[in-house]
């Protein structure tokens, strides 16, 4: 099998086995990682609210926050987990395509070019 | 190492969106000229790559989480130019999808992570490996350094950024108005967690990976050395 063909199937396989990711800090009772904390929590851990954070962290309001699916904010992790899967798939599908299209337009063109 | 909306005030966020224009640019005018059409197809897996990798969270139990992100590898696979271009993809569609890493801190989150973290190790793994054979084991151990030190180097600046916000932005009574915590807080938690765990979970993966390819096709690292 070409080393290509390989590398495409191991990145499959580390999709498969993304959900790793959410399952194992929720087991080892380890929070977001540092700095990266929403709103509420950081009024917790400090006792205040920046008021510069509170404004500047409403910008953007992502359509898969967290990589999961909105208002799945309680569901049971097992559901998390698919959540979590489910966006891999989109974040890979879509950091693919937007990679091979820049490199297409970027890469050194050759006359005698084989196709991909 | 995804600094959300909210932690960096104005001008950190401003500085670093200026910094990194001229970064893009460059860099996708070295990969116009070195980017063989072949090569396209692994810096879309390269990509893919470092996406899945920071989807990994991996626990200090109790405490917090932290991620590899695969830039080192890329770099020496792809050239440091070209893995900038591809960690910037997978950072700004983690940003705008998932939310992970903040908007206005894209420009400072893609400095750390796509400029810093794939060149320092770039070059740390070519200082390393420097004369060093094709098949010999030195590779290996400099792939493995680049991914330590390059991991580090982000997560050191990463601190420095955080740690800035108060001294730079603050009410008259003093209250942190973005990121609430100081250097000689922000910066030992990012190192410390970078030096004791998440850097050799880089170190291992990046050696691994490079271990693997230069056993099984060497040719895709040399034409990443500007063949």
Sequence with gaps: ?116 | MHIPDGYLGPATCGFFYLVMLPIWSVASGIVKKTLKAKQVPILAIGAAFSFVMMMFNLPIPGGTTGHAVGGALLAILLGPAAACIALTVALVIQALLFGDGGISALGANCFNMAFLLPFAGYYIYRLISFNAKPGSNRRVIAAGAAGYLSINLAAFLAGVEFGIQPLLHHTSSGQALYCPYGLNLSVPVMVFEHLFIFGWVEAVITALVIKYLLKHSPELLIDGERS
């Design chain 1, 1 to 116: 099998m070409k080393i290509i063909s390989k590398l495409w199937i191991f990145i499959v396989l580390l999709i498969v086995l993304s959900p790793l990711g959410l399952l194992l800090p929720d087991h080892f009772k380890a929070g977001s990682a540092w700095g990266e904390w929403g709103p509420d929590e950081i009024k917790n851990l400090v006792g205040f609210m920046p008021q510069g954070l509170e404004k500047l962290s409403h910008l953007w309001s992502a359509p898969f926050p967290d990589y999961a699916f909105k208002g799945w904010e309680d569901k049971p992790l097992l559901n998390l987990s698919f959540a979590y899967l489910v966006s891999a798939v989109i974040g890979i599908v879509l950091v693919v395509f937007v990679t091979l299209i820049l490199g297409k337009a970027l890469s050194v063109k050759d006359k005698k070019q084989e196709s991909l």
